[in-house]
């Protein structure tokens, strides 16, 4: 009989931390890396010699990069391991600290995201397999197709598209470890320098460096070292998918969200009226539009109504990117979806400050990445 | 054309209306571009159940994007402005390729579309490039 996370013992976040996402420097990623595992450790208010595993998202930085950050922690002799998985390494590092944990593997596991920019090509691009466009598209340019047959399908016009980033913006102006955290308006958006199709700058998210950790416990654990239950979230839902076949011209970032939420709801007993918070892969505006639409948020070309009504701000009925998301928070690749994690556990124990979003319970976390993949999974306060 | 030299011959025919090279699984019928012969990616048959077959250069314009930012480190390939189409061949598969026009101008979704073949630059030997672009058809009068 086959199972799901919900079938396993409960696994809980216990601890986040992260540092800054913020452009390339010549901070090295080990000082990256320690300082959102120093801070995940303090928040948990254990030592790092009760971590029994560790697992690496990370795309960009090279080979084996756990031991060189842990190392520095007090080599206990814990198994560790890198997870790559494009967009989606980080989300993919805490999935399976989940699995270890919920197996019974581990009563404590860490994982980690951590990345800098590097020119490193996807393997697919050594296939041998060539299109007529190469590198004359990129993502950008990808979204910027998909934005120009959504706003035609549906007549919505750019603005409605652009205006995700103001509010991404507004929230990541709250956010100490936002790259972007400078609130602007939808004038400013507009105005930015064209990059592609309606797309201009703003739309598009900044590709930096940063680190984030999670730590997540067992009951066993939490007991064991005397963790706080209060502030411990537990994981209800953790499925991931990669793309089938879609006929024609259809989304298939789109159609591989649509499979994997919903998966993800039947894995937690859930809807989607039941979400008060999203992080979402907000890498280009577009994309939130397309994502609230295929997570049953709202009807088929609803998404611009929605995100202008307000009902996705900050204190509305389900807030989006309330960390400023990739747009404004930024995506180093490794981190952001252990950051999604980060976040919503913040929010969840209502220590979000400013950008507090009231009275969350549950909160949904999803990264796709180039392949393509997706990763989904679902937090429940208390519980 | 001996003048001429194709940018990707495995992709397109030499003809003035270029054929596209795609692929076809014998199995399951899934007709796919770009060719490949590693296995079919719908059914998962092997090779020797994938042949090769001629997609007409034919189909609607489902999206369209003209491109601001493009860095060409050779200096020599195609500059920014430049305009790149989703096209729904009326065979099947769905590509993205370059259009004639620089400019979304006069472009709308659902529009006719045919492959062309347009100079793109010069080789070592100063023997024209072309290669497979799509260009907006105008209705017949």
């Known amino acids: 009989m086959k199972k799901t996370i919900r079938d396993m013992r409960p696994v809980y976040v216990v601890g ?74 980080g989300s993919t590092a805490f999935r399976q600290a989940c699995l270890d944990v919920g197996s019974g593997i581990s009563d404590v596991s860490l994982a980690i995201g951590v990345d800098k920019p590097a020119p490193l090509a996807a393997a697919a691009s050594k296939a041998n397999i060539r299109d007529l466009v190469g590198a004359r598209v990129v993502p950008f340019t990808h979204f910027a197709l998909l934005a120009n047959e959504y706003m035609n399908r549906y007549g919505v016009k750019p603005e409605q598209v652009a205006a995700v980033a103001v509010k991404n913006n507004r929230n990541g102006e709250r956010n100490p470890y936002a790259q972007r955290q400078k609130a602007v308006t939808l004038e400013e958006v507009m105005a930015g320098p064209p990059i592609s199709g309606s797309l201009t700058r703003l739309q598009c998210c900044p590709v930096g460096e940063g680190a984030a950790a999670v730590i997540v416990a067992s009951e066993d654990g939490i007991a064991k070292l005397g963790i706080d239950r209060s502030r411990a979230v537990k994981v209800i839902a953790s499925v991931t998918r990669t793309e089938r076949v879609y006929r024609g011209a259809k989304n298939f970032d789109a159609e591989l969200t649509r499979e994997t939420v919903a998966q993800a709801y039947e894995e937690a007993a859930i809807g989607p009226k039941d979400l008060d918070l999203i992080e979402l892969h907000d890498a280009f505006t577009i994309e939130e539009l397309l994502y609230v639409e295929a997570m049953g948020l709202c009807g088929e070309g609803e998404g611009a109504a929605m995100i202008g009504s307000g009902a996705t701000d900050i204190g509305g009925k389900c807030a ?21 994690i980060a976040e919503i556990t913040r929010q969840l124990r209502g220590e979000a400050g400013a950008r507090q979003h009231p009275n969350a319970r549950i909160g949904l976390a999803h990264m796709v990445g180039i392949g393509a993949v997706c990763v989904v999974h679902i937090l429940q306060k208390g519980a | 054309m001996p003048d001429q030299t194709l940018a990707q011959p495995a992709l397109y025919t030499s003809e003035a209306a270029p054929k596209l090279n795609g692929g076809r699984c014998k199995s399951c019928g899934y007709v796919f571009f770009p060719p490949q012969t590693y296995g079919c990616e719908f059914c998962g048959a092997t090779a020797e159940q994938l042949e090769q077959v001629a997609i007409a250069g034919l189909g609607t314009l489902h999206s369209f994007a003209t491109v ?74």
């Open chain 1, 320 to 340: 989006i990117s309330a960390s400023g998301g990739l747009l404004a928070m930024g995506h180093p690749i490794g981190p952001t979806g252990a950051g999604q």
């Open chain 2, 68 to 141: 601001h930012l493009h860095q060409d480190r050779s200096g020599k390939g195609l500059q920014a402005p430049f305009t790149v189409g989703l096209i729904v061949l009326d065979d099947g598969p769905a590509v993205r390729a370059i259009l004639t026009e620089r400019t979304d101008e006069g472009l709308h979704i659902g529009d006719r579309m045919h492959s062309v073949l347009a100079a793109a630059g010069t080789n070592d030997e100063g023997k024209q490039i072309v290669e497979l672009r799509f260009a907006k058809t105008e209705a017949a009068r």
């Open chain 1, 16 to 89: 986040i931390g992260l540092h800054k996402y913020q452009h390339m420097s010549d901070t090295t990623f080990v000082t990256l890396g320690l300082t959102a595992v120093r801070e995940a450790l303090r928040d948990a208010g254990i030592e790092y010699r009760s971590v029994e595993s560790a697992y690496t998202g990370t795309a960009l930085i090279g080979m084996a990069v756990s031991r060189p950050i842990l190392r520095h922690l007090g080599a206990s002799g814990i198994p560790m391991a890198q997870v790559e998985n494009a967009s989606a390494s």
